[in-house]
T-cell receptor, first 113, second 113 residues
Framework: DAGVIQSPRHEVTEMGQEVTLRCKPI?????LFWYRQTMMRGLELLIY????????DSGMPEDRFSAKMPNASFSTLKIQPSEPRDSAVYFC???????????FGPGTRLTVT | DAKTTQPPSMDCAEGRAANLPCNHS???????VYWYRQIHSQGPQYIIH???NNETNEMASLIITEDIKSSTLILPHATLRDTAVYYC??????????????FGKGTHLIIQP
């Protein structure tokens, strides 16, 4: 299995631009998670989906952030408009079952200038 | 979920057993203890989890005290590749589907040659 796939691996953009991060979970997994990691705040849960349905988006910083999961094999995290404080590594993870271990992707390093 | 407390850093000699402590004094009987680690610039990696009993897999052993208020992750023969930040996380089995992980600051384990 290829594991969780994220793209792009690196993204550099200017403030105000729209950014879209993509994630392909492990085939057969029914839960998908988006996390963000910064030096200041560590690893934070942004949003997660069970069976393609968003369950908890309380970690999404503000309305500029949105996430979708149109089918079981694809999810996007969009930031519009982006700001320098959004610079971070964004991780996607997937799991199977209620207490299944989460498998993390390699992350997308976002830099907003 | 119960809060966890871990030492910020630890050293261990290569080839020796690394014992990483975690305090979770507010844990309840239906909460699992999970361990993940994050090697520099990579996504977190699942190691092991347990409820009340000790557990062992190919990566590590998890020793949970009888009162379940603390636990120890044991890497039996540490190698340089085990240098990473180790996170102890408590998760409740709510019966309502998977949920996200709450990461603390973890323990930065440094394996010395």
């Amino acid at each position: 299995d290829a594991g969780v796939i994220q793209s792009p691996r690196h993204e550099v953009t200017e403030m105000g631009q729209e950014v879209t991060l993509r994630c392909k979970p492990i085939s057969g997994h029914n839960s998908l998670f988006w996390y963000r990691q910064t030096m200041m705040r560590g690893l934070e849960l942004l949003i997660y989906f069970n069976n393609n349905v968003p369950i908890d988006d309380s970690g999404m910083p503000e309305d500029r952030f949105s996430a979708k999961m149109p089918n079981a094999s694809f999810s996007t995290l969009k930031i519009q408009p982006s700001e320098p404080r959004d610079s971070a590594v964004y991780f996607c993870a997937s799991s199977l079952g209620e207490m299944g271990e989460q498998y993390f992707g390699p992350g997308t390093r976002l830099t907003v200038t | 979920d119960a809060k966890t407390t871990q030492p910020p850093s630890m050293d261990c000699a290569e080839g020796r057993a690394a014992n990483l402590p975690c305090n979770h004094s507010t844990i309840s009987g239906n909460e699992y203890v999970y361990w993940y680690r994050q090697i520099h610039s990579q996504g977190p990696q699942y190691i092991i989890h347990g409820l009340k009993n000790n557990e062992t897999n190919e990566m590590a052993s998890l020793i949970i005290t009888e009162d379940i208020k603390s636990s120890t992750l044991i890497l039996p023969h540490a190698t340089l590749r085990d240098t990473a930040v180790y996170y102890c996380i408590v998760r409740v089995n709510s019966g309502g589907g998977a949920d996200g992980l709450t990461f603390g600051k973890g323990t930065h384990l440094i394996i010395q040659p």
